[in-house]
């Protein structure tokens, strides 16, 4: 996997990196291993939907850290309010991205739904959020969609808008995820201005 470099000159940053049920989700290790190479601590957080599609068993190795999904297993072994893993790590957290996020994550997201360690911990976190939308051209466009995106802007989250290209239904249209050194960077430039 070719990275965009060790030689972080950059600060630095702990990421929460949310992966959703698209089928872009492998990007996802590609990212992953990028933003480690570059110093970044990334701790990896899949939706029930992403694990269907890509495993821990990918991103552990690549993050070095443990991967999180289930809200409440990840919570563990009985003792409440020991450790409420979801708020914790949201509180150590410099930036959260969501790469690649579904039609319905971003419409999870837009209603403050909480009920996954993604969207909980995503309305627990207080600093810069970036969205990385990937789905087929026709979900991207449709007014419900539109409509969530606005949502979240006004919220302040940061969206990377889709590329154009060939999309995996086989249409050609706007929905792939933007280029993995592209979210580096605004994820980099990001983290830049919170810091
Ligand atoms: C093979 C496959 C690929 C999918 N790719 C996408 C996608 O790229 N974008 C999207 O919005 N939904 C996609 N979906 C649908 C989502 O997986 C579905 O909406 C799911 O509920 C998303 O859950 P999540 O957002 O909690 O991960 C795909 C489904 C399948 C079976």
């Not at 837009?110 to 959020?129: E, N």
């Not at 949502?151 to 999309?167: C, K, M, Q, V, W």
């Amino acid at each position: 996997m070719s990275g965009t470099g060790s030689e972080a000159a950059v600060r630095p940053l702990r990421i929460v990196l949310g992966v959703t049920g698209s089928i872009a989700a492998y990007k996802a290790a590609d990212l992953t291993s990028r933003l480690a190479a570059r110093g970044h601590e990334v701790h990896v957080v899949l939706t029930r939907a992403a694990a269907q599609l890509v495993g821990p068993a990918t991103f552990h190795p690549l993050s070095g850290n443990p991967v999180r999904g289930e809200l409440f297993e990840a919570e563990g072994s009985g003792a409440l309010g020991a450790r409420v893993e979801h708020v914790g790590l949201a509180d150590r957290a410099d930036l959260v991205c969501i790469a690649p996020a579904t039609a319905h994550t971003i419409a999870r997201l837009a209603l403050g739904v909480a009920d996954d360690f993604l969207s909980t911990l995503v309305l627990a976190f207080a600093g810069p959020v970036l969205v990385a939308p990937a789905m087929n051209d026709n979900m991207w466009a449709h007014p419900a969609v539109v409509r969530n995106v606005e949502t979240l802007r006004g919220f302040g989250y940061h969206i990377i808008e889709p590329d154009s290209g060939a999309l995996a239904c086989g249409r050609t249209g706007t929905g792939r995820l933007a280029d993995p050194a592209r979210i580096v960077e605004r994820i980099e430039r990001l983290g830049e201005r919170a810091g």
